[in-house]
């Protein structure tokens, strides 16, 4: 059983989860009423009152909000609180519309930390660890979460940040470095470095924490045997908070979700309706505790499942599977949000045909993307170099609007495979979902 | 007297080579000069032919990407050194060559170059007044 960073919390009844979850939802609902005029406009036109929500049960008569609700209310009109009571943003990458900003009081930063906290002790973490960060710091949730939750724990934390492996080696083994936190594809690469470095032994980490990308069971024993630790999944979105959403335990199968914060439903992506305990559908969260940017119903688009099956850890907070799928076409590459709809704006505004396929791959446990576009009148010359200026062109068109490079393949019309007369748009050879 | 320029798209370049000759040779089509240029993703395949319009549509059926350009066809000097001689000519005029090829025209004995440059009235201009000869359209078609 255990450890646990709250225990009282994290091993509740379900009866005194559902009663926190009651009387937060209901206060969380009048809040959002009387603040947000946005989502005021989106109950009112449902006819929904606030009081109609007595409890979690009521729940499903909420509108859900969506990526589109963000980026009409772009970018404070889903705000409960001013901006002179807000203390951090952070954001996801793409550009506006696509972009998500979020914005914390200094009670939604603790309540965040505080989550990653519990993913941290949930995995061995004490005062006694040294806790090295090397998911990106900035605007991106992934190092200042698990940063402030290294910190409450009282880890040594090392601030590394994402990039450069050999200072990364060198802190994690002059350091001592017993807990990592970064990309599972760059732990995947790091142990790799470690062995072709014949520093395997020099090496003291106990365990990792990875999250912000899709990984399969094999990547997990993999990285295990490479860098000898347990490796553990951890999940979380901007718009809700950031890494710490939910988290997995000693069990490694599934993510207890932190109910005390977060309401989970899992609901048909095609009706919206409400689906019960065990079935597969998309993931849709509730924020009851926090203050600044607090939203009712947002749907994740990630598929999973949930289970309260009692779990060997103690915990009693539900479990999700690890995502299963998309309910729209967007993309994680390098732990970048892709929409192909992106790319094909970049292509049109480029003049190119619409005729284009998306290849994802991960190579030496390192996603790439690649863009074949099929070759027009316009584009094509004689000459080598406009040529190749043209392809570089794309790239760069492509690299400001993704964040992220992506390799441009020229290829000859009619060459990308069509079926049913429809051309496939994007080939994700990852097989991240499987399982 | 510029002479007329082919070119193909080829993503692989030998695949598309081999059709592109074939869909020629069918048609009927000569094919005086060839020149394959490649980057690391694509190829650019350069062609003289014998009518050029025609082979174009005849590639353009087959749903190849084609464009014509002007080119110049330079008779190079039947002594040793002669392609010097012309690239000496050009470089002290400091004509800048985007590409160049080598050819036969049947009717004569002669190597001659493909010169592709920005400007061809000028280095034409050059290069007559230097007595170097320029292939015309009717020393490609004619036998
Ligand atoms: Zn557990």
Known sequence: MGPFYQEEIETASREQILAWQNERLVKQVRNVYDNVEYYRRKMDEKGVKPEDIQSVEDLYKLPFLTKDDLRDAYPYGLMARPLSDCVRIQSTSGTTGRRVVAFYTQHDVDLWEECCARAITAVGGTKEDVCQVCYGYGLFTGGPGLN??????????????????????????????????????????????????????????KAGIFGAEAWTEEMRHDIEQKLGIKAYDIYGLTEISGPGVAFECSAQNGMHINEDHFIAEVIDPATGEVLPEGSKGELVFTSITKEAFPLLRYRTKDICILSREKCSC??????????????????????????????????????LTSNYQIIVD??????????????????????????????????????SMLGIYAKVSIVEPKSIIRSEGKAVRVIDRRNLYKG | MTIQQLSVFAENRFGTTLSVTEALGKAGIDIRALNVADSEGFGILRMIVDDTEKAKNVLDQEQCITSVAEVLGVYIPDSPGGLSEVLRILADHQVNIEYLYAFIVKSDVNACVVLRVRDNEEVEQILTEAGIKLVSREDIQGL
């Open chain 1, 362 to 399: 991960r190579v030496n446990h390192s996603d790439t993307i690649e863009v074949k576009v099929e070759i027009t009148p316009e584009l094509f010359s004689d000459d080598m170099s406009t040529l190749s200026a043209r392809e570089k062109e794309i790239v760069d068109a492509l690299k």
């Open chain 1, 148 to 205: 402030g939750g290294s910190h409450k724990v009282g880890c040594l934390t090392l601030p590394m940040s994402s990039g450069n492996t050999d200072r990364q080696i060198q802190f994690m083994i002059d350091l001592q470095a017993t807990i990592l936190c970064c990309t599972p594809s760059y732990a995947a690469y790091l142990g790799e470095s470690i062995i072709e470095r014949g520093l395997r032994d020099q090496i003291r980490l």
């Open chain 1, 314 to 351: 103690g915990r009693t907070h539900v479990k999700m599977t690890k995502p299963l799928g998309r309910s729209d076409d967007m993309l994680i590459v390098k732990g970048v949000n892709v929409f192909p709809s992106q790319i094909e704006t970049v292509l049109l505004q480029k003049g």
